[in-house]
């Protein structure tokens, strides 16, 4: 029997992992349903900073985390909040992000995104260029700029950790910054620019463009909502949909931030939680930025992006049910405005998204501990763009039972 013949693999979710994930399994010859509630790219996806990076070796808990806990508590405009009311059901989530943290946890965990990251932007290669959007990615670096230089020691250990990782930067003194991105005010003392990072130019276009591919070469998008599963010695035989029964030889659970609720139907109970974030797009900002400009101090990135200044950010966790706190989004622009001047906010846009986020900033990747048809892929907290296309070869290779050409345990659902 051919892929042809069998039951489709089922991709759940399409956001940018999902989407693809699915091409990479058409490109297997599988037959490919890829179901959303909504349509392609609504969910996370599309909001982010549009960054793909294969630089991110630094995960979110780094070491002495936990002394800022309380600052997170007393200040819900700051860069890193907790919300008050979310506090007892995030706990558990927040116990395992302080254990991750240790300088020798960090270090793991920074291997194990090395790993992953290496060849991310390779990996888009082939479906870009089926879909035809290769001018989509802009590979013209990033810069991270520090406001003051007690900012740029604290980051210095950091800095030594990509290092390890061998990341490509170089630390810019004030006037280099100054030439490599002129539109910034100069209130900078250092840069350090990382030539290898790309961005889209429209990040959610991009997530479209992809699902529109997946479509004219074979493959089938049904927006429904998923609510159960049917499983049995082989495996999961069918996703059962609110509207359907899809028959299927495979899954993959690429549902981002709503992954959990699919997880614990299929036996596995994973510390999968949220890191809300915000952002706003204006489309006549009137800066005239090169590349994108991200900020550790403060916690956000602003990207030129085709329709405008995309200012991206910050991590509140909230939870999946709360209302937005616009007055984070405010800060975003009170923060870039003090970087470009006068920004313009005319037909400005605000969003809020949900980062699929596990505490230790490692993705879960592997088949299901129940069911080896069943592949999980989410959690990709904040690099989901640049390791969606690497994550759909390594779901492709491990339902063909394909060697993915990594060591996947840093990343299996069952870590915890
Ligand atoms: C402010 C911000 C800035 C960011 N910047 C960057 C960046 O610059 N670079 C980067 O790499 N990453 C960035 N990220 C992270 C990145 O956006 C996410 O990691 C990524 O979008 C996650 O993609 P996903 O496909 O896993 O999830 P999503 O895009 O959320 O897709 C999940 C999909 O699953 C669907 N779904 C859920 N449950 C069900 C169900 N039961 N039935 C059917 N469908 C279901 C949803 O409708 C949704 O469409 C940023 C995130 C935020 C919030």
Not at 174 to 192: H, K, N, Y
Not at 237 to 258: K, P, R
Not at 309 to 334: D, K, M
Request: aromatic letters at 8%; a neutral charge.
């Amino acid at each position: 029997m051919t892929s042809q013949d069998k039951d489709p693999v089922v991709v759940i979710g399409a956001g940018i992992v999902g989407v693809c994930c699915a091409l990479y399994l058409l490109r297997d010859g599988h037959r490919v349903v890829l179901v959303d509630r909504g349509a392609p790219g609504e969910g996370t996806s599309f909001g982010n900073g549009s960054i793909i990076t294969e630089e991110a070796v630094v995960p979110v808990q780094t070491p002495g985390v936990a002394r800022k806990v309380p600052g997170m508590l007393a200040d819900p405009l700051g860069p890193l909040a907790i919300r008050w009311s979310y506090l007892p059901k995030i706990a558990p989530w927040l116990v395992h992000f302080i254990r991750s943290s240790s300088p020798q946890r960090v270090e793991e965990v920074s291997v194990a995104l090395a790993q992953l990251l290496e060849g991310s932007l390779k990996a888009y290669e082939p479906l870009v260029e089926a879909a035809g959007i290769s001018d989509m990615i802009r590979r013209s670096g990033w810069v991270s700029v520090y406001e003051t230089e007690a900012g740029f020691k604290s980051y210095e250990p950091m800095l030594d950790l990509q290092r390890r990782r061998g990341v490509n930067f170089e630390v810019l003194p004030a006037e280099e910054l100054r030439q490599l991105e002129p539109s910034l005010a100069p209130i900078f003392c250092r840069g350090v620019f990382y030539p290898d990072v790309a961005h889209t130019v429209n990040n959610f276009r991009f997530v479209q463009e992809l699902a529109a591919a997946f479509v004219r070469l074979g493959g089938e998008i049904r927006q429904q909502s998923v609510i159960g599963f049917q499983q049995g010695d082989a495996g999961v035989t069918a996703v059962v949909t609110e509207a359907d029964t899809i028959a299927c030889s495979g899954v993959v659970i690429a549902a981002g931030a709503w992954s959990k609720t699919l997880a614990v139907m299929l036996g596995s109970r994973l510390p999968l939680d949220t890191e809300r974030g915000y952002h706003l797009t204006l489309p006549h900002a009137g800066a005239d930025l090169r590349l994108p400009v991200y900020s550790t101090e403060r916690g956000f990135v602003c990207t030129p992006l085709e329709h405008g200044l995309r200012i991206a950010g910050t991590v509140e966790l909230g939870g999946l049910e709360a209302e937005p706190n616009w007055q984070r989004a405010e800060v975003l622009y009170r923060n870039a405005s003090r970087w470009f001047p006068g920004l313009d906010r005319r037909e400005e846009s605000r969003w809020m998204g949900y980062r699929p986020s596990m505490p230790d900033s490692v993705p879960v990747i592997g088949p299901s501990p129940r069911h080896r048809n069943a592949i999980f892929a989410f959690g990709h907290g904040h690099c989901g763009l640049s390791l969606a296309a690497r994550t759909g070869g390594l779901v492709a290779a491990l339902l063909a039972g394909r060697d993915p050409g990594i060591d996947l345990r840093p990343y299996r659902p069952d870590r915890f």
